[in-house]
């Protein structure tokens, strides 16, 4: 058995590349655009260091890496620099500490042309390339050995990705370190670079661009699924993720990874020190005074390292203790992966997103109608919480027919 028998499971965290001694094993995309490892059979030895250190078929090893003293919190950066966030600023904050502790952070961010891998910085003023979502999984590129050559020199080293970019991490290092904390994200699902740059190339084709945004915040927005394209001519683009081809994919579940529908790492067992995303229960009691119209960040702190650096920054938080279980019953990949939609097939196998990409007539049922678009004026004209007032009430009563239907 290699590496490449675990195809259908593969995350595509790249430790596999990293750890393979004669360096034979590379990452092709396949026809969906997903990147998988490829083995040179003429120069591999069949040590099988690929297949006894992955993440995915080797989940006894990593179980010694699994955290779970969670305390659960929502919290909101009170950072300057928290607008650039996606949510509540708090990656910011605890990236800060550790570099102003002489330490070294890694996390995603854009290249030149636009393209997410995975970099690391080494000063504050560096830190804004690695906030903001950027929803397409990342190249790993060499910072896993890159996180070892800092850790063998004694420095601090925090590195934030999705739990099975995590899980990698530990499977390149074979060890947890001292100096090592790790934020791992609390992922939907990852759709394919290959993908993504191709959106940005059909983007770029009339006017160069000059930087990226997936989620806007504007003055009746907390952080809305709105993508910001700003072009080197001055011209911007603010798209409803129902307008996107890209941004409707992602949020449809449509373009991920095989391995997404049915992630191990989707659980309230995590991987990493600190597990950040957005608080799914920020706006759900109407007696909750947190914020209750802000982004809010919900911080699950799982093991005492993740304590540790959340006591050195918690003057720069607001924050409140969270009811993980309500949270979790909400924010569903802390419970679950998720569930592969029935068009996902048609979307990627039949190649609709790229078609769609290259201006290709495909079927109507993926584009967007006029009554969504109706949806989303209305939207931009109504108060955030004449919004939450809404979304409560249609959420009480779906609550409700549930329950109605159990009885029965």
């Not at 030149?112 to 995975?118: A, G, I, S, T």
Request: aromatic share 10%; charged share 25%.
């Amino acid at each position: 058995m290699n590496v490449e028998n675990n195809i259908v499971n593969c995350t595509g965290c790249q430790s596999c590349v990293l750890l393979c001694p004669e360096g034979c094993i590379s990452m092709k995309a396949d026809i969906e655009g997903h990147k998988y490892p490829v083995i040179d059979h003429t120069r591999c030895i069949n040590c099988s260091l690929c297949i006894r250190r992955c993440p995915m078929s080797a989940n006894d090893y990593l179980k010694s890496f699994k955290k779970t003293n969670i305390t659960a919190i929502k919290a909101v950066s009170i950072q300057p620099q928290k607008a650039n966030s996606a949510s509540g600023g708090i990656f910011y904050t605890l990236a800060r500490r550790i570099l102003k502790d002489g330490g070294v952070v890694f996390g995603a961010a854009f290249n030149q042309d636009f393209h997410v891998h995975h970099v690391y910085v080494e000063e504050v003023d560096k830190l804004e390339c690695l906030q903001g979502s950027k929803y397409v999984q990342s190249d790993i590129g060499t910072c896993y050995a890159n996180v070892q050559f800092y850790l063998k020199k004694g420095r601090k080293v925090l590195f934030s990705g999705t739990p099975c970019q995590i899980a990698g991490l530990y499977a390149y290092l074979g060890k947890d370190c001292e100096e090592l904390i790790t934020i791992d994200l609390i992922c939907h699902g990852v759709p394919s670079g290959v993908l993504w740059d191709q959106y940005v190339r059909q983007r770029q084709e009339k006017e160069k661009i000059d930087s990226i945004r997936f989620r806007v915040k504007g003055p009746k927005d907390k952080a809305s699924f709105k993508m910001l394209i700003t072009y080197k001519n001055g011209t911007k683009q603010c798209l409803h993720a129902e307008e996107d081809v890209y941004f409707k994919g992602f949020l449809s579940n449509e373009t991920f990874r095989n391995s997404c529908y049915q992630c191990p790492f989707a659980t309230d067992i995590r991987y990493g020190d600190i597990t950040i995303g957005d608080c799914a229960t920020s706006v759900k009691y109407e007696s909750d005074d947190f914020r209750p119209y802000e982004a809010v960040s919900t911080v699950l702190l799982n093991s005492s390292k993740g304590h540790t650096l959340w006591n050195l920054c918690i003057d720069n938080f607001e924050y409140a203790p969270l009811d993980f279980e309500e949270e979790r019953n909400f924010n569903h990949q802390l419970s679950h992966p998720t569930k592969r939609p029935i068009s996902r097939d048609y979307v990627l196998k039949e190649g609709v997103l790229f078609d769609l990409l290259e201006g290709k007539s495909v079927e109507l049922k993926y584009r967007l109608g006029w009554h969504k678009k109706l949806g989303h004026i209305i939207s931009d004209f109504l108060s955030i919480k004449t919004r939450y007032h809404i979304k409560y009430f249609q959420k009480n009563i779906s609550k409700s027919k549930g329950n109605n239907e159990r009885i029965k």
